[in-house]
């Protein structure tokens, strides 16, 4: 596509999402602090474990791309709603490294986590409980520095503002992914009440220490990732009509459906607080559908993979990597350009996607309750 043709189609679909919301739920917060997996993981999962991700993950925006810390081409849907809210990057909390600034917020956020606790086989360590305690451990350290004073304030967010700030959570997409490996569609969807009730644990705790603004993304439509087609998807009789596994998004389904009866009870329950539930899965699964309306060529084959059309993704390579499969040496490349397609690395969207759904995010009428629009926040996206 060619890049004038991309940006027009992109403005196109963005204002046309400047529809009015019925509310009007405020939008500003002095900071915010981000829970969730891969999603939103800005450098936490690469600093706890001591990893770069290779090139090309984050080429199409950050200099030095390692530098990124995320698992896609550029920025991420919490990147754009952080300039939406006129605040900065936020900064993984265990990235000690580069003079990092938690003024204005902190992400816990690590790739891989589930809400249920970690195993031994579980890819990342960082589980929503486990999120949640570096969080206390966070303010706790946080309010003896500025009890210290000094330059502490410059760099840390002050007292009020974890009272004040967005908690911001994204995540319950690697309990039900993960699942499928072991576990038929029976066991997963009677998993979700014990899932959600870990979940509920969390937002308490949450509660419990002052926090009040709660954004809770819903899980998007699983079945539509390029790993699960290749994997679950090689018996046509398992897709839907968008060429995305059946279960998976069923149970993607079941989860946020339960999900957002869960918000409407601790909307009752906590009457002095925000809570608030954001419809990812309909963003996305409008996105794929309408794919090309949206400014999209591809909305299931990978950007960075190997093995080509249809689905470009291997899971035996993954993208950057080089290795040697059957006597080959070869390479999982990123495509010529990644605004064109949805999907990254078979697994986490492009940054085109991502300014997308945050630009839907943005119009409130995917939230419940929904928030009032305005345009300066579409208008402050940088394309």
Known sequence: MAAKNYIILRMFALLATALPAASSIKFSYPAVFNFGDSNSDTGELGAGLGFNLPLPYGQTYFNPPSSSGRASDGRLIVDFLMNAMQLPFLNAYLDSVGLPIFKKGCNFAAAGSTILPATATSISPFSFGVQVSQFFRFKAKVLELLARGRSFPKYLPAEVFFAKGLYMFDIGQNDLAGAFYSKSLDQILASIPMILTEFETGIKRLYDQGGRNFWIHNTGPLGCLTQNVAKFGTDPSKLDEQGCVSDHNQAAKLFNLQLHALTKKLQGQYSDASVIYVDIFSIKSELISNYSKNGFEQPIMACCGYG?????????????????????????????????????????????ANQFVSSKILTGKYSDPPFADKMPFLLKLKF
């Not at 390479?331 to 697994?347: F, L, V």
Request: hydrophobic share 20%; charged share 15%; aromatic share 8%.
């Open 308 to 352: 080509g059309p249809p689905l470009n993704y291997d899971s035996q390579i993954t993208c950057g990597q080089t290795k040697t499969l059957n006597g080959t040496t070869v390479t999982a490349k990123g495509c010529t350009d990644s605004s064109d397609y949805i999907s990254w690395d078979g697994i986490h969207y492009t940054e085109a």
